[in-house]
């Protein structure tokens, strides 16, 4: 039988505020054990937390990038379990009222755009960080992300593959690096992805029993849980068993999840208004101030540069899907006449050396504006295309400019006839053969004697002259 | 697990106990039981009086405060030393606090 699978996501977004949703201990990550924490995030008894305005603004600006209603008025709630993370036992989250809601995301899949559906978007703290030892009786934790101001962002459940998932997860942290409100680092976990996911047969209106599953942290994880989890209820439903609702943990390097409870505990966290913080009203005035600071997102970006520096649709698409690397495109492209060189330089060279060298856009060692004077260097005829990779490789090892490079490696195209010439007279004697090939009408013979000519400038000449000395050369001998 | 309608009273049974016990991580006597299902029935017929009064143009009560947006700015300021915040864990290693092992 044929299933389909169905997929719903909540991705956890830590928020990049510099200190925390109800107290001022720092965010940053890493800091030496329980050394980021006080009396309120770690709950001691008569302490009264204050919300953090900026993670309002944040919840906001990601709700209207993801085209949500605003709730004009929203409130906290306390969400009760028992769990050593929270030393409050209790997580302060939103219920009923979040912040958030009715939004969508399009993502670009195969055979054009798809809307995905997002249920809400709500403000929540996070959690310590417990480490379990294997061989140990006991559980050491570190509270320094307690507190860490979260958005929590929920979808429909509109995905059917494990691609569409992975295409909603990275159009999502585009938008939400574009807008600036999280540095979205997956290995350290500023934004994590639970999996809600059921199957049914193909055709049937009703939704399958759902499973969930937790700690996915790259995108490969993602996709190969998804792919995993669907494959392990399809082989459930096969052979006659049921599916149970539970949460599983996906473990990365088995490369197969497994069911996180032995007994069935009931999910029954009790909300209820936290009385310790006071509503939260997003009047319109305040809305618009919001919706006025926000930058261009993606979708504009890339429509802009299709209409505006008249690149390819192509183009467009892998350059806007990096904030680092559009930002570097536009920088180069303003200060360059020729955009399209610009583009074909980033999805070309340096794309490729970035790779190479397990490098992101982010970080590229020099300024965009000395893309825009190399690509007018060669425009000018100054280098050639091939010299120019070569000075771009130089660029990324040395703090130089395109200019300096060129004139200390004496890589400047060789206009100089006399000197050609020279080297002209110089090929065709070293290659007798070719010369004759030549003469018989072997017009690859040609390409050859360019070729050899190149190598012995160093891929200097300048080709059009090149190629006419030679010609002229090689007639006057056929006299 | 309750759902408190208009003027049904809340039948309190012994499992209904037991639920919310295991909730709150309480372990009770047999005796202990018997006298909670009489004291959460009183506590819940007491609150069910309340729905006899016709609320429907009334909107709920999220805060008893008429208080909204108490902000604070977004400021580092110093943390409590890492000593001082371990100073009441009855267990800790290493600078972190320390439980019996818990495994989700």
């Known amino acids: 039988m044929e299933y389909e699978i169905i997929i719903g996501l909540e991705v956890h977004v830590e928020l990049s505020t510099k200190s925390k949703i109800y107290c001022s201990c720092t965010t940053d990550f890493g800091g030496e054990a329980n050394t980021h924490i006080c009396p309120i995030c770690t709950g001691m008894p008569g302490v009264l937390p204050v919300l953090n305005k900026k993670v309002v603004e944040y919840a906001v600006k990601a709700g209207l990038a993801a085209n949500c209603s605003i709730a004009e008025y929203s409130k906290q709630d306390r969400k009760n379990y028992f769990y050593p993370d929270l030393p409050k036992a209790y997580q302060i989250s939103q219920y009923d009222l979040p912040l958030c809601q009715n939004g969508y995301i399009d993502i670009e899949v195969e055979g054009g755009a798809k809307r995905i559906g997002i249920t809400r978007i709500h403000i929540e703290e996070d959690a310590g960080k417990l480490m379990h030892d294997e061989n140990e009786t006991d559980t050491l934790i570190d509270y320094n992300r307690c507190g860490v101001p979260l958005i929590e962002i929920v979808t429909e459940p509109d995905m059917r593959s494990a691609q569409e998932a992975r295409a909603f997860v990275e159009s999502l942290r585009n938008i939400l690096q574009y807008i600036d409100i999280s540095d979205c680092k997956m290995q350290e976990g500023s934004l994590r992805v639970d999996v809600n996911l059921s199957v049914r047969p193909k055709g049937q209106k009703e939704f399958g029993t759902r499973t969930e599953m937790k700690n996915l942290n790259s995108l490969r994880s993602i996709v190969r849980a998804i792919e995993s989890e669907a494959k392990r209820q399809i082989e459930v439903i096969e052979s006659g068993g049921i599916i149970v609702q539970e949460t599983r943990r996906w473990d990365d390097q088995k490369g197969i999840s497994y069911s996180m409870r032995t007994k069935e505990e009931a999910h029954d966290y009790r909300y209820f208004p936290e009385p310790d913080l006071m509503p939260v009203v997003v009047d319109e005035k305040w809305k618009e101030e919001i919706k006025r600071s926000l930058p261009e997102l993606p979708d504009a970006r890339r429509k802009r540069y299709i209409s505006g520096y008249g690149l390819p649709e192509y183009d467009a698409s892998i350059l806007t899907g990096s904030k680092a690397l559009a930002d570097f495109f536009e920088n180069a492209a303003v200060k360059s006449n020729n955009p399209k060189a610009v583009s074909n330089f980033i999805l070309g060279d340096v794309s490729r050396i970035l790779n190479d060298k397990g490098m992101e856009a982010e970080d590229i060692p020099f300024p965009a504006e000395y893309l825009a004077r190399l690509v007018k260097l060669v425009d000018m005829g100054t280098i050639s295309t091939t010299i120019a990779k070569k000075v771009l490789e130089i660029m990324f090892e040395q703090e130089k400019d395109p200019e300096a490079i060129v004139k200390e490696e004496g890589l400047e195209v060789v206009s100089d006839e006399k000197a050609l010439i020279e080297v002209v007279k110089k090929v065709i004697s070293n290659n007798e053969k070719s010369v004759e090939d030549y003469r018989k009408g072997k017009d690859k013979a040609f390409g050859f004697l360019v070729g050899q000519a190149m190598k012995e400038t160093k891929g200097k000449a300048n080709p059009k002259l090149l190629n006419k000395l030679l010609k002229e050369e090689l007639e006057k001998k056929n006299l | ?104």
Not at chain 2, 84 to 93: D, G, H, Q, R
């Open chain 2, 1 to 104: 697990m309750f759902t408190i309608r208009k003027g049904i009273y809340m039948k309190v049974t012994k499992e209904t106990i037991e639920y919310v016990a295991n909730l709150a991580r309480l372990k009770l006597t047999e005796e202990e039981k018997e006298k909670f299902i009489r004291d959460m029935e009183n506590i819940i017929s007491y609150v069910d009086k309340l729905n006899e009064l016709d609320t429907s143009e009334i909107a709920p009560t999220d805060h008893v405060i008429p208080i909204n947006n108490v902000f604070r700015d977004d400021e580092v300021l110093d943390s409590y030393p890492k000593d001082k915040m371990l100073m009441n864990a009855p267990s800790k290693e290493n600078g972190c606090f320390k439980v019996p092992k818990v495994v989700e």
